[in-house]
């Protein structure tokens, strides 16, 4: 295990480079996708690279009846077909109504070959989704 840290510098156009060390230790290949996981509460930001360099990642939003056992039948489905959630979150919109479940899922591992619209189309069959939208990263 290798641990070390590095001061980098935001330009003036809000970027930082991250210096040849850290992407030699990391494996980073110009094109790496990183994720991105900001905190302003602990003002922290942690970047995670995908171990694959093939992901497929994309962001998704559900709103969802607040009642047990939704949030299960969602990723249920997202399981059946093979996605691989990277991060999560899920909070009440209003109790016993509505909650939203938002995600960071790689879709490169999907079982078969799937548009992003029949990915939403199965994951509101689920019949507890009530909205569902999907954003590929670029």
Known sequence: MTRFSEVVKVDDRGRIVIPGSTRKVMKLAPGAKLM??????????????????????????????????????????????????????????????????????????????LSLDQVKARVLGTKVALEVEIKKYD
């Open 36 to 113: 991105m996981l900001v905190d302003d509460e602990e003002n922290e930001i942690r970047l995670t690279p995908f171990i694959d360099q093939n992901a497929n990642p994309v962001q998704m939003r559900v709103i969802m009846a607040d009642k047990q056992g939704a949030l299960a039948k969602i990723t249920a489905a997202i399981g059946e077909m093979g996605i691989n959630l990277l991060y999560e979150e899920a909070h009440v919109l209003k109790k016993g109504v509505e909650a939203e479940w938002q995600a960071i899922a790689d879709l490169a591992p999907m079982k078969e070959a």
